[in-house]
């Protein structure tokens, strides 16, 4: 809990729209805050730009100076200790600003609850500091089109970068609660809107006086 709210993570295999499920649980007052984003924000930092430079040269900027993340992602996928060091880089960064932006609607009567949308919840822990975890359930099959249409992978580029993420099975049974985005987004809408009511009802009750 932060300020009296639940703090609800969000979990899925790529290519699940857990982004899209994240934006459903705004509808209704979460406030939903993008790991992504904070880490693109990262990225812009001059120090951590620097100290990449330092890293690896002038091989991962683009003629424009900002950073290119396909450079950087040849360079980590491959090798596990590269990733890692990446990762102390910008992660401790993405929390501070994380914990900013949620002191900043602390007191906002509208938020209901926080809702943290974070592709590596459970590899950094992050899992730990929620309230509950929401798991988006969609088959291989279907992720596998979405990522092909938005993002132009194959499979073995899915398969590839899952196997460096916690095993699917093992997230989904680690969370306290699972929604499938594979219908028509109404369909998850009503979902979201169920599961929601259910984990303020569990916050409620854990707040009220025995």
């Known amino acids: 809990m932060f300020a009296g709210k639940p703090i609800i993570g969000i979990a899925g295999g790529i290519g ?7 934006r459903l649980f705004g509808e209704r007052g979460g406030f939903v805050i993008d790991s992504d984003e904070l880490i693109r924000q990262a990225y812009r930092d001059e120090d951590v730009q620097r ?3 330092e890293w690896w040269g002038d091989a991962i900027f683009r003629d424009t100076g900002e950073i290119n993340k396909s ?6 996928f491959s090798d596990a200790a590269e990733r890692r060091r990446l990762e102390e880089l910008l992660h401790p960064r993405a929390n501070q600003k994380r914990d900013e932006l949620m002191e900043s609607v602390a007191d906002d009567a ?6 943290w949308d974070t592709p590596l919840l459970f590899e950094t822990g992050l899992n730990r500091q929620c309230d509950a975890v929401v798991f988006v359930d969609v088959p291989l099959e279907q992720r596998m089109s979405r990522v092909s249409q ?8 899915l398969l590839r970068r899952e196997k460096l993420q916690m095993p699917l099975d093992k997230k989904r049974d680690l969370s306290d609660h699972v929604i499938r985005n594979t219908a028509d987004a109404e369909d998850t809408r009503g979902q979201v809107r169920e599961v929601l009511s259910r984990i303020l009802a569990g916050s409620s009750q854990r707040q009220t006086p025995r």
Do not use: P
């Open 51 to 53: 100290t990449l430079r």
């Open 16 to 22: 699940s729209g857990k982004s899209f499920v994240a």
């Open 110 to 115: 509208q938020v209901l609850a926080f809702i």
């Open 150 to 157: 938005a993002r132009g992978w194959s499979e073995a580029e």
């Open 71 to 76: 450079a950087i992602a040849q360079r980590i």
